[in-house]
């Protein structure tokens, strides 16, 4: 493997980048402040997880930003809740998105956890956000579905990371007419060198799990960590641990979200 240079390989015995860890801020008005996005008057079970997962993980102050449908059935004990108007299907409405983005402005990372529901004029006011805010953009489950009409976009757009599963990869990949196809048989050091071109290629983050690696590429560089509980991946924990890392080391996307694996 030593011919892979751009390939780092993380055990939990044997973090990588140990000092993400030990400089976690220790006083909340440090800890960074955090923007999480979704629901809709279906589900919330996403944004709530988020929501609990970054309290876990440390983050300093947060806003959580739902549909106003869903304010009956919101817990108490979401207090950071932000409720914001809500469209016929019971989604985030056009109406919602100067809100939105003040609140993005607030913060110093923004979460699109999902939940949001297949909505077209959700999906519309999420690809504004794309364009419209700059900052750490992190975005995992559904939410990269409902981005799919604006793959190139996303996938140019800086300080940008994508948790997303092996098949929303295929289908960006394949969006974007990137002249590689990803299979799911693929040797893991296959896939790996995929992603290290495609990186180079595009200024995004990826995170995916292929083969009980928990993978990360950014700007060429690669590092894997065994994992062997995808489901933290599908209930937006692993998204939500990564964005609050990642919003105490901004410069340092590729190390803060692999530290936050462990």
């Given at each position: 493997m030593d011919m892979y240079s751009y390939w780092q390989k993380q055990t939990p015995d044997g973090p990588l980048f140990p000092d993400i860890e030990w400089n976690?801020?220790?006083q909340k008005r440090y800890a960074g402040k955090l923007t999480i996005i979704g629901g809709n008057k279906l589900g919330f079970a996403a944004p709530a997880q988020s929501y609990s997962d970054a309290l876990k993980a440390g983050i300093g102050d947060m806003r959580v930003v739902l549909p106003d449908a869903l304010r009956r059935?919101?817990?108490a004990t979401m207090v950071d809740s932000v409720f914001v108007p809500t469209n016929a299907s019971g989604g985030i409405s056009k109406d919602a998105e100067e809100e939105i983005l003040g609140l993005c402005a607030w913060s110093d990372g923004?979460?699109?956890?999902g939940d949001t529901g297949r909505n077209s004029e959700t999906a519309i006011v999420m690809e504004s956000l794309l364009q419209r805010y700059s900052g750490p953009l992190t975005v995992t489950r559904d939410g990269i579905d409902l981005l799919k009409n604006s793959a190139e976009v996303l996938l140019q757009r800086e300080q940008t990371v994508l948790v997303v599963s092996f098949a929303q990869l295929q289908k960006l990949f394949q969006a974007v007419y990137y002249p590689k196809t990803l299979l799911f048989s693929m040797q893991?050091?296959?896939f790996?060198?995929?992603l290290h071109k495609f990186t180079i290629t595009f200024p995004v983050a990826l995170v995916v799990l292929h083969q009980e690696q928990l993978i990360v590429a950014h700007d060429g560089n690669i590092t894997s960590t065994p994992f062997t509980e995808p489901m933290r991946i599908w209930r937006g924990s692993v998204a939500?641990?990564?964005a609050v890392?990642?919003?105490w080391n901004q410069q340092k996307p590729l190390e803060a979200v692999t530290a936050s694996f462990l």
């Open positions: 976690k801020p220790e059935a919101i817990p923004v979460l699109l956890i893991l050091t296959s790996v060198e995929a939500s641990r990564a890392y990642w919003i």
